[in-house]
């Protein structure tokens, strides 16, 4: 166990639809990273928050974004959802903003239908 | 850019065979380089790290060694076990202004046989 939750486990919605996936990282990290892991374009880097703001934008769409609460906490918005997706959507934490190791957790499967 | 190429599986072995999976890199700094597993069903777990030319991670019986030479970062293992099968990424990250997010390989899946 990572000490990172995710949640929901499973998602399953329309296309043209809008998802929150939540993330709550390990006690005491300040900084989340989002990743998404399809099988055609393998694990790819979404975003990541370092205590409320953004840090780095990697390859997001601009119907998704994310946000850092006060908390701690992260939520990635996915919106008008298309088939394509459909993937698995991690969160990973780390203590600092350029902390080297990555504690991911177990994953939000979304499946657009 | 940076990017991590690793050898395509999946990879089949018998138990107690050994085990080599391929991982090099290019980085436009100084990186450090990871193993995460993903077992079926479950979330990505860090296998082992190295962040430093020729320093050796190791964790559950894997080794890999960090070749700045040869821009290489393979992962061995002297006897699988059926409980290694999963799947293998190789990653790497480069400290660019205190941002590191992770740069994967496709991953490689091994299955491991009684």
């Known amino acids: 166990d990572s000490g990172v939750t995710q949640t929901p486990k499973h998602l399953i919605t329309a296309t043209g639809q809008r998802v929150t996936l939540r993330c709550s990282p390990r006690?005491?990290?300040?900084?989340v990273y989002w990743y998404q892991q399809s099988l055609d374009q393998g694990l790819q880097f979404l975003i990541q928050?370092?205590?409320?703001?953004?840090?780095a934008k990697g390859n997001i769409l601009e119907r998704f974004s994310a946000q850092q609460f006060p908390d701690l906490h992260s939520e990635l918005n996915l919106s008008s959802l298309e088939l394509g997706d459909s993937a698995l959507y991690f969160c990973?934490?780390?203590?600092?903003?350029?902390?080297?190791?990555?504690?991911f957790g177990p994953g939000t499967r979304l499946t657009v239908l | 850019g940076n990017s991590v190429t690793q050898m395509e599986g999946p990879v089949t072995l018998s138990e107690e065979a050994f085990l080599t999976i391929n991982c090099t890199y290019t980085?436009?700094?100084?990186?450090?380089l990871f193993w995460y597993v993903q077992y079926p069903g479950e979330g990505l777990q860090l296998l082992l790290k190295?962040?430093?030319?020729?320093d050796k991670g190791s964790n559950k019986g894997f080794e890999a060694t960090y070749r700045k030479e040869t821009t290489s970062f393979h992962l061995e293992k002297g006897s699988v076990q059926v409980s290694d099968s999963a799947v293998y990424f190789c990653?790497?990250?480069?400290?660019?202004?205190?941002?590191?997010?992770?740069?994967f390989g496709k991953g490689t899946r091994l299955s491991v046989i009684a």
């Open positions: 990653a790497l990250s480069v400290r660019n202004s205190g941002n590191t997010p992770l740069v």
């Open positions: 928050y370092y205590n409320g703001e953004e840090r």
């Open positions: 980085a436009t700094g100084y990186p450090s």
């Open positions: 006690s005491g990290d300040l900084s």
């Open positions: 990973a934490s780390t203590l600092g903003v350029s902390s080297d190791t990555q504690y």
């Open positions: 190295a962040t430093k030319a020729d």
